[in-house]
Nanobody, 129 residues
Framework: QLQLVESGGGLVQPGGSLRLSCAAS????????VAWFRQAPGKEREGVSC????????TYADSVKDRFTISRDIDKNTVYLQMNSLKPEDTAVYYC??????????????????????WGQGTQVTVSF
C-alpha cells in the first residue's frame, strides 16, 4: 500500500524559498504521476504542479509558473517541490498525491484532485513577515 509523507514546510518571509519533499513508501513511484496541491483556509484545494511517471513531463498552475519547480528522485522514491519567490498568497497546507499513470504527458487535467487516489497528510507553508 502506497503511503506518502510530506515534509519541508514552515514559516518563510516573502521572497524566500522552501523545498517540500514527498517521500513514498510501500510502493515504488515508477509508474505513478505525482502532484502537489494546496489548500488555504476557506478555499478549495488547488492543483499546483504535477510530474509524469517518467519525469519527462511537468505542468504548473499559472499562479506558480516560473517560481516553483517539481522534480523526482527515483532512487529515493521522493518527489520535490522547490518554491522560490514566495508570496503571502502561497500560504496554505500543501499536499502531495499520486495515482498510477502511464500517460507519459501531463497537462492541466493532471491538476484536478479527483484524478488522484493516494494522498499525504499535508505540510503547512506560511509566508509572512
Amino acid at each position: 500500500q502506497l503511503q506518502l509523507v510530506e515534509s519541508g514546510g514552515g514559516l518563510v518571509q516573502p521572497g524566500g524559498s522552501l523545498r517540500l519533499s514527498c517521500a513514498a513508501s510501500g510502493v515504488t513511484l515508477d509508474y505513478y504521476m505525482v502532484a502537489w496541491f494546496r489548500q488555504a483556509p476557506g478555499k478549495e484545494r488547488e492543483g499546483v504542479s504535477c510530474i509524469s511517471d517518467s519525469g519527462n513531463s511537468t505542468t504548473y498552475a499559472d499562479s506558480v509558473k516560473d517560481r516553483f519547480t517539481i522534480s523526482r528522485d527515483i532512487d529515493k522514491n521522493t518527489v520535490y517541490l522547490q518554491m522560490n519567490s514566495l508570496k503571502p498568497e502561497d500560504t496554505a497546507v500543501y499536499y502531495c498525491a499520486a495515482t498510477i499513470s502511464l500517460s507519459g504527458r501531463v497537462t492541466t487535467w493532471a491538476l484536478r484532485p479527483d484524478e488522484y487516489d493516494d494522498w499525504g497528510q499535508g505540510t503547512q507553508v506560511t509566508v509572512s513577515f
